[in-house]
């Protein structure tokens, strides 16, 4: 069975300041990988997906994130957070190949920007 | 391209109660997905729907139930409500090959008192 392993629960971050959010996965075979941000009161947004090739992937709002597949991380960094950044983020996995859509999520990061 | 939407957006009921909740994908998409987001266990997937069939499943009892209909519309109903039952639920549409991004609605949280 797969697992996602967000390591922080929380991270507060100065404006300006870069910032980290660490995912790590467990499965027996290949993965895709996504991050999604969740504003309050709304649904989902995909910041970036890693599926084949170069392993930093770069997304929307300035978020990149980098496949480590020998440590099995898939951490998205942002070098300078703004206010607006405020949220929370998820990391999830689906299977390569796999039947049909299923995502499997960490258990999120609250990142609270603060002036 | 309108975004998936999701009605009704809140929803009270009442212990031992059904709801219906419903999904309209972005045009075009023919899967539906279904995931239950509750501050205790996160978002957890509930199934999926792919020209009208079930293509998966996640564990839920057989409380939770869902369909969609020939214009990819997805509904899911639980019977007979918990308390555990609140929770924000939402669903994602995308064209159906697993590696394609699904798009999320805004949900529809469900208060079952």
């Keep these: ?115 | 391209k309108a975004g998936v939407t999701q009605t009704p957006r809140y929803l009270i009921k009442t212990r031992g109660q059904q709801v219906t909740l419903s999904c309209s994908p972005i045009s075009g998409h023919r899967s539906v997905s279904w995931y239950q987001q509750t501050p205790g266990q996160g978002l957890q997937f509930l199934f999926e729907y792919f020209s009208e069939t079930q293509r998966n499943k996640g564990n839920f009892p057989g409380r939770f139930s869902g369909r969609q209909f020939s214009n990819s519309r997805s509904e899911m109903n639980v019977s007979t409500l918990e308390l555990g039952d609140s929770a924000l639920y939402l669903c994602a549409s995308s064209p159906g090959h697993v590696e394609e991004t699904q798009y999320f609605g805004p949900g529809t949280r469900l208060l079952v008192l």
């Design chain 1, 1 to 115: 069975a797969q697992s996602v392993t967000q390591l922080d629960s929380q991270v507060p971050v100065f404006e300006e300041a870069p910032v980290e959010l660490r995912c790590n996965y467990s499965s027996s075979v290949s993965v895709y990988l996504f991050w999604y941000v969740q504003y309050p009161n709304q649904g989902l947004q995909l910041l970036l997906k890693y599926l084949s090739g170069s392993t930093l992937v770069k997304g929307i709002n300035g978020f990149e994130a980098e496949f480590n597949k020998s440590q099995t991380s898939f951490h998205l960094r942002k070098p300078s957070v703004h206010i607006s950044d405020t949220a929370e983020y998820f990391c999830a996995v689906s299977f390569h190949k796999a039947a049909g859509n299923k995502l499997t999520f960490g258990g999120g990061t609250r990142v609270l920007v603060k002036p």
